[in-house]
């Protein structure tokens, strides 16, 4: 069981920064894919940004440019630092791992979420 925990959410003005932390209970080197998602009212989850590992990202077009996702083994977190945020960024932002538990099969975790507002 893989525990994951979010932090840095809040409320910041349009234009603003803002990095999220995810903190995992155990070695993300062993979690082959980490994420960000977020989610409004009323719509399902957006994926925003991958870490596939190896030094692999992908974002989605609403984000590309101003969001980056990293990894600190070291710390057994991720972030996700959002630049020039927009009040179209206000969500529920949820961290997301994936534990390869075989050569085909493996474990999907979700963190509790964090509030992101943006004021224009």
């Known amino acids: 069981q893989v525990k994951l925990v979010e932090s840095g959410g809040g409320l910041v003005q349009a234009g603003g920064s803002l990095r999220l932390s995810c903190a995992a209970s155990?070695?993300?080197?062993?979690?082959?894919?980490m994420a960000w998602y977020r989610q409004t009212p009323g719509n399902e989850r957006e994926l925003i940004a991958v870490?596939?590992?190896?030094?692999?990202?992908n974002y989605a077009s609403s984000v590309r440019g101003r969001f980056t996702i990293s990894r600190d083994n070291a710390k057994n977190t991720v972030y996700l630092q959002m630049n020039n945020l927009k009040s179209e960024d206000t969500a529920v932002y949820y961290c997301?791992?994936?534990?390869?538990?075989?050569?085909?099969?493996?474990?999907?975790?979700w963190g509790q979420g964090t509030q992101v507002t943006v004021s224009s």
């Open positions: 997301y791992a994936v534990l390869r538990t075989g050569s085909t099969t493996s474990t999907t975790y």
């Open positions: 155990e070695s993300i080197s062993r979690l082959s894919t």
């Open positions: 870490d596939g590992g190896g030094g692999s990202t």
